[in-house]
């Protein structure tokens, strides 16, 4: 993100069980329960109504994980959302982007597999956080937990991928008190997650001028040169900074700030350096806007500390830091930032926590994010520029 100044982020299945899925039809075709009144007067949101949002939320969000298993959806039956009429249901519009968005997602989902990546299973749950009324429009806040099985292609990948990410829903009720949903609109800092559509990305441009360290990028082809590393008996120990990722990507540290929410700027660099802090690196004390210095507690944090392109600045300036010629060289321990537009400002910083059959799997905060391959960050994001870093 650019607020602040300083930018820490920018964005930064099996079907339901049967119990869920039952739980989602009956949420929304709950025969002849008042969503609102009939008439003219405005419509009351009432737990029953609330409980439908809930379920129809969850509905498009597990529609769009079920795009990205490796099975038929449904065993071939139509989409959850498909099953919604009455009272609530999707708007015309976002029926249409639905559909165009699991079949984005079907098409990832082809482009993983023949990179070497399938997932088995997956499972979405949703919760209502909040939900405000104005008149004839509900704007209803969830919190969406994902979490995807790695399909064993090779044998060696992890057993798990997941994230936490947040959404707002507008919905608008008509003259007889049946609601639609009109919008979806990503919070916090999204976009970074497995089953969303990449934010659509601008112009390229030119490279911003700079008089700070400068790290050459990394290719993103598979299949690199070999870059062992020593993950034992050296001076990090690396298994801490990932067991420490693994710990806290969506429960925060409370000994630290949270710098997510609005105008807060994302919180991923931060995460970073408590996991490399948790690891070994040794505070540099000093000034906090010195980007040579990097220190972290409760009560402050220097910029290099919290800070996308402050971090890779004291990084190289350090030595703490090597630069990797390609992503895959990638290592548990290891850091991985991108430039979304390619603009010359770095945008996002995630730890590498696991390394599988020559595949890096990462850990990140601001979409909360545990050991998604880097493979399937390429794949949302091809046309972004990549800086490893070897800790």
């Given at each position: 993100?650019?607020?602040?100044?300083?930018?820490?982020?920018?964005?930064?299945?099996?079907?339901?069980?049967?119990?869920?899925?039952?739980?989602?039809?009956?949420?929304?075709?709950?025969?002849?329960?008042?969503?609102?009144?009939?008439?003219?007067?405005?419509?009351?949101?009432?737990?029953?109504?609330?409980?439908?949002?809930?379920?129809?939320?969850?509905?498009?969000?597990?529609?769009?994980?079920?795009?990205?298993?490796?099975?038929?959806?449904?065993?071939?039956?139509?989409?959850?959302?498909?099953?919604?009429?009455?009272?609530?249901?999707?708007?015309?519009?976002?029926?249409?982007?639905?559909?165009?968005?699991?079949?984005?997602?079907?098409?990832?989902?082809?482009?993983?597999?023949?990179?070497?990546?399938?997932?088995?299973?997956?499972?979405?749950?949703?919760?209502?956080?909040?939900?405000?009324?104005?008149?004839?429009?509900?704007?209803?806040?969830?919190?969406?937990?994902?979490?995807?099985?790695?399909a064993k292609v090779t044998g060696g990948e992890p057993g798990t991928t997941g994230f936490q990410a947040r959404h707002e829903l507008t919905f608008k009720a008509d003259k007889k008190g049946s609601w639609k949903l009109t919008r979806i609109r990503e919070t916090g800092d999204g976009y970074l997650?497995?089953?969303?559509?990449?934010?659509?990305?601008?112009?390229?441009?030119?490279?911003?001028?700079?008089?700070?360290?400068?790290?050459?990028?990394?290719?993103?082809?598979?299949?690199?040169?070999?870059?062992?590393?020593?993950?034992?008996?050296?001076?990090?120990?690396?298994?801490?900074?990932?067991?420490?990722?693994?710990?806290?990507?969506?429960?925060?540290?409370?000994?630290?700030?949270?710098?997510?929410?609005?105008?807060?700027?994302?919180?991923?660099?931060?995460?970073?350096?408590?996991?490399?802090?948790?690891?070994?690196?040794?505070?540099?004390?000093?000034?906090?806007?010195?980007?040579?210095?990097?220190?972290?507690?409760?009560?402050?944090?220097?910029?290099?500390?919290?800070?996308?392109?402050?971090?890779?600045?004291?990084?190289?300036?350090?030595?703490?830091?090597?630069?990797?010629?390609?992503?895959?060289?990638?290592?548990?321990?290891?850091?991985?930032?991108?430039?979304?537009?390619?603009?010359?400002?770095?945008?996002?910083?995630?730890?590498?926590?696991?390394?599988?059959?020559?595949?890096?799997?990462?850990?990140y905060h601001s979409t909360n994010t545990l050991r998604r391959s880097v493979t399937s960050i390429i794949s949302s994001y091809p046309n972004a520029a990549y800086y490893a870093y070897r800790t």
């Amino acid at each position: 993100m650019k607020s602040r100044k300083l930018k820490h982020t920018r964005r930064r299945a099996t079907i339901l069980t049967a119990a869920a899925a039952s739980a989602v039809a009956g949420a929304a075709l709950l025969p002849n329960w008042n969503a609102g009144a009939s008439t003219a007067a405005e419509p009351q949101v009432d737990a029953k109504t609330k409980a439908a949002f809930q379920s129809l939320a969850d509905a498009v969000f597990t529609d769009r994980t079920n795009a990205l298993v490796d099975q038929p959806r449904h065993g071939g039956k139509k989409a959850l959302t498909e099953g919604f009429s009455g009272k609530v249901e999707l708007s015309s519009d976002i029926g249409r982007n639905e559909n165009a968005a699991r079949k984005q997602l079907g098409d990832r989902k082809n482009r993983l597999a023949s990179s070497g990546e399938k997932y088995s299973a997956g499972s979405t749950t949703v919760t209502l956080d909040r939900t405000d009324v104005k008149g004839r429009t509900a704007v209803v806040a969830v919190t969406e937990n994902t979490t995807l099985t790695y399909a064993k292609v090779t044998g060696g990948e992890p057993g798990t991928t997941g994230f936490q990410a947040r959404h707002e829903l507008t919905f608008k009720a008509d003259k007889k008190g049946s609601w639609k949903l009109t919008r979806i609109r990503e919070t916090g800092d999204g976009y970074l997650a497995i089953n969303q559509l990449a934010r659509p990305m601008t112009a390229t441009v030119a490279a911003k001028t700079t008089t700070t360290p400068a790290a050459p990028r990394a290719a993103i082809t598979k299949r690199p040169p070999a870059a062992p590393k020593n993950l034992t008996g050296g001076e990090y120990d690396y298994k801490a900074m990932a067991a420490y990722a693994e710990k806290y990507w969506t429960n925060y540290n409370p000994a630290y700030p949270n710098f997510n929410g609005a105008g807060a700027g994302g919180d991923c660099t931060n995460f970073v350096s408590q996991s490399l802090k948790a690891g070994g690196w040794k505070h540099a004390p000093g000034y906090v806007y010195d980007y040579t210095r990097w220190f972290g507690t409760a009560d402050i944090q220097s910029h290099s500390f919290i800070g996308v392109n402050e971090w890779s600045w004291f990084a190289q300036n350090s030595k703490r830091t090597t630069s990797l010629a390609n992503v895959y060289q990638l290592d548990v321990g290891d850091v991985l930032q991108v430039d979304f537009n390619k603009d010359g400002s770095k945008d996002h910083t995630m730890i590498v926590t696991s390394r599988r059959n020559g595949v890096p799997y990462l850990t990140y905060h601001s979409t909360n994010t545990l050991r998604r391959s880097v493979t399937s960050i390429i794949s949302s994001y091809p046309n972004a520029a990549y800086y490893a870093y070897r800790t």
